[in-house]
Each structure stands twice: as structure tokens, then as C-alpha cells.
């Protein structure tokens, strides 16, 4: 790693293009959930080929994260960034003007492998820019593009699709997406570092230490407790507690607003009372609230749209914290990409197809509550959780 740290203004401008870019690539990945009840419906098919949908692109994404250390190290972290959006929006342009549904899924695998390039090599753009006294502020800033993803997706789609397809829209934003990274490519101050390629050596050291098993199982479950529920939500309030598409949507979007303000404060926090602390607050929120999701009738779900999601932000930030903090600078991005590439293999891909197979029996509550029950015991496994140094926090 060569870069330094940046100038104030100059840590801003590469924080808030990165961030941007971050938007779009879930906003890539996630635009499908709000679409699927249209989707559904034009291709004919039912909830656990639609949720497998989301398997294609994990097991895309799952891919893109362990080799975007071989691209990286060849082509340095910034042209991997941009690399990552430009593929990204054309396996949207492919997916746009497929006929089939092999064809949907295998632009579906080739958009996960695009979008999987940028994280690690986005990450280790900002901890070497940014001082570590920052990460936890500087991360939060950047976990802004999930939430923002979030909520912007349903109403991107709900508007759009009163003026075209639903073809037209993938389209539109991959070309946003494709613009994006060229102008990262001029405009970025930093990034010009080259990666490390997984090897061997540096895969069994890694793999060797409790924490990297201990922070994929936590991952794991964060990211199925977001992202994964996130892509199904829809079609759960549409489908099992018969709510309008338009009104779930709009729900679905609406449920991730507060996530903005608190996400922030929660880099604040995590930099002041450690990581674990904030994990661990997370986690046990987050899986309460995912159990009574499933189990509370009625329209007390609507309330438990909005709580379930409530605290998920506060667990990424603390989580790459962690993450930089137990393995080598050099090796952060190797330590991302491995975490993430069994992590939302898991809770992003085959998450989503289990909560669709549970759907089509109708029980899509029974899912969310087993999620919930393994998020709560997953607390158990933080004492063991030490980091660099002999750290606790």
C-alpha cells in the first residue's frame, strides 16, 4: 500500500465519489426486490425462482469478491473501481435485452461478479486515504449508499414503471452506473496502489485465525438480515400478508429513511466504544425484531417493516472496522473479500431462495423467525472475538 492520507477536502471529494458509486452498485443488486411482483408476473414464474434470482447474483458476487484481489493487484484498487461500475451497468444492459430466463440468470451471475470487484478495493481506498482514528466516521459516511439504495429502489421503480418497462429501467440505471465509473477514473486523488492477490500462504493465515470465522458467521447474518430480507420484503407484505404492491413498496422504501441519520451515529459510537460493543447492540435488536416480523399478526407487521431494519446500519461499520484490524494493512483487502465472498453467498443468495421456498408454502413468517433465532444466538460467539493486540473492543 503506497497511498497516504489525504488532505481534508481532498478525503471528502474521494469519500463521497466512492460513495456514490457504492449507491449504485447495490442499488444494481437490490432494484430487482421492488421489481419482482412485476417481474413475477411478465415471466410467469413463482416466489423460489424469483428468489433464486438473488442466488445468481451471490453466487456472481461471491465470485467477483475473491477474485477482485487477483484484479486489483494487476491493475491497481482504482481501475478495479472502476471496472466494477462500468461491468456492472452493461450486465444490466445484457439482463434488459434477454428473452430467456437462462439468459436473465446468466447476466444475473455476470452483474454479482461485477459488483463484487468493488468492495474490498473501495475499502482499502479509504483506510489508506483516511486515518484510523476516522474509519469508523468515514465507513459510516460510506454505508450512507446502502441505506440510501434502500430506500431509494422502490420509488425509482414505482415512479419509472408508470412511464416504461420494466426492462427500460435496468437500463437507465446501468448506463448511470457505466458514466459513474469513467468519471471515477478522471476525477478520483487516490486509489493508484496496487492489491494483494490471494495466495496459499496468505489464505491459510487468514483462515487460521478464530476472528475471520467468527466475522463471517456475524456477516452472514447481518447482510441476510438486510439485504437478503430486503430482497423479499415485497413480495412477503404482497403475497403472505396481502398488501397492495405499490403500498409495500412504498413501505419497504419508507422503512430505511431513519437508517440515514443513525447509521452515522453509529460510526460516531463505534469509534468511541469499540466495535464489539456495537455488534453486539445490533445484533440482538436486529434479531428480536426479525423474530416478531414472523410472528406478530395483522398490521402489526407494518410497525415491525419499519423496527426490523432499524439497527442494521450500526453493524457494518463496526464489522469492516474489525475487519482492517485483524489481519495487516496489506492484507485488508484480502480479509473483505474472503469475509464477504462467504458471507453473502450465504445471507444475500441462498437467503433469499430459502425465504422462497418457504413463500410458495406460505410461510414466510416461519423463515423470518428461525433468521432471528440464529441472529440471538450468534451473540454467543462475540467472547471469542479478540482483536489485534489482545483488543476486546
Known amino acids: 500500500m503506497t497511498d497516504a492520507p489525504l488532505s481534508r477536502k481532498s478525503q471528502m471529494f474521494l469519500l463521497s465519489l466512492l460513495t456514490g458509486i457504492f449507491f449504485l452498485n447495490i442499488l444494481l443488486r437490490v432494484v430487482l426486490a421492488p421489481l419482482l411482483p412485476v417481474i413475477e408476473k411478465d415471466l410467469g414464474i413463482g416466489h423460489a425462482v424469483a428468489g433464486g434470482f438473488f442466488m445468481m447474483i451471490a453466487l456472481g458476487y461471491a465470485t467477483g469478491l475473491f477474485g477482485s484481489g487477483f484484479v486489483s493487484a494487476h491493475l491497481t484498487h482504482r481501475r ?65 449508499a446502502p441505506s440510501f439504495a434502500f430506500i431509494l429502489a422502490p420509488f425509482i421503480v414505482e415512479g419509472l414503471l408508470l412511464l416504461c418497462r420494466w426492462q427500460e429501467i435496468l437500463v437507465l440505471i446501468g448506463a448511470i452506473s457505466f458514466i459513474l465509473g469513467l468519471l471515477f ?7 493508484d496502489f496496487t492489491g494483494e492477490a490471494p495466495t496459499l500462504d496468505n489464505i491459510r493465515l487468514l483462515i487460521g485465525k478464530p ?15 438486510s ?40 460510526g460516531w459510537i463505534s469509534d468511541r466504544i469499540g466495535p464489539k460493543p456495537m455488534i453486539t447492540v445490533a445484533i440482538l435488536f436486529i434479531g428480536l425484531m426479525t423474530i416478531l416480523l414472523g410472528l406478530l399478526p395483522g398490521r402489526w407487521v407494518l410497525l415491525m ?17 474489525v475487519l482492517s484490524r485483524i489481519v495487516p494493512p496489506s492484507a485488508r483487502n484480502l480479509s473483505v ?3 464477504m465472498f462467504i458471507a453473502y453467498l450465504i445471507g444475500a443468495g ?13 410461510a414466510f413468517g416461519t423463515a423470518f423467525i428461525l433468521v432471528g433465532s440464529l441472529m440471538l444466538l450468534s451473540v454467543l460467539l462475540l467472547p471469542r472475538l479478540i482483536l489485534a493486540g489482545g483488543k476486546e473492543n
Open 350 to 362: 441462498f437467503l433469499p431462495m430459502l425465504l422462497g421456498v418457504f413463500g410458495d408454502k406460505g
Open 305 to 321: 417493516v419499519f423496527l426490523q431494519p432499524m439497527l442494521t446500519v450500526c453493524f457494518f461499520p463496526a464489522g469492516f472496522t
Open 227 to 266: 439485504i437478503g430480507l430486503y430482497s423479499m420484503m415485497p413480495l412477503y407484505l404482497v403475497a403472505e400478508r396481502g398488501i397492495d404492491r405499490e403500498l409495500a413498496n412504498m413501505l419497504v422504501g419508507l422503512s430505511r429513511i431513519p437508517l440515514l441519520i443513525i447509521g452515522l451515529v453509529a
Open 337 to 339: 473479500s474472503l469475509t
Open 211 to 225: 476472528a475471520f470465522w467468527i466475522m463471517v458467521v456475524l456477516f452472514a447474518l447481518a447482510i441476510g438480515s
Open 80 to 144: 478495479t473501481i472502476v471496472i466494477a461500475a462500468v461491468a456492472g451497468g452493461c450486465a444490466l444492459f445484457f439482463i434488459a435485452a434477454s428473452h430467456s430466463l437462462w439468459a436473465i440468470r446468466l447476466g444475473l451471475v455476470s452483474l454479482g461478479v461485477a459488483t463484487g470487484l468493488y468492495l474490498p478495493s473501495g475499502m482499502t481506498t479509504i483506510t489508506a486515504a483516511i486515518r484510523s482514528v476516522h474509519w469508523g466516521k468515514a465507513i459510516a459516511f460510506h454505508e450512507f
Open 185 to 191: 477514473l478522471r476525477l478520483a486523488p487516490s486509489g
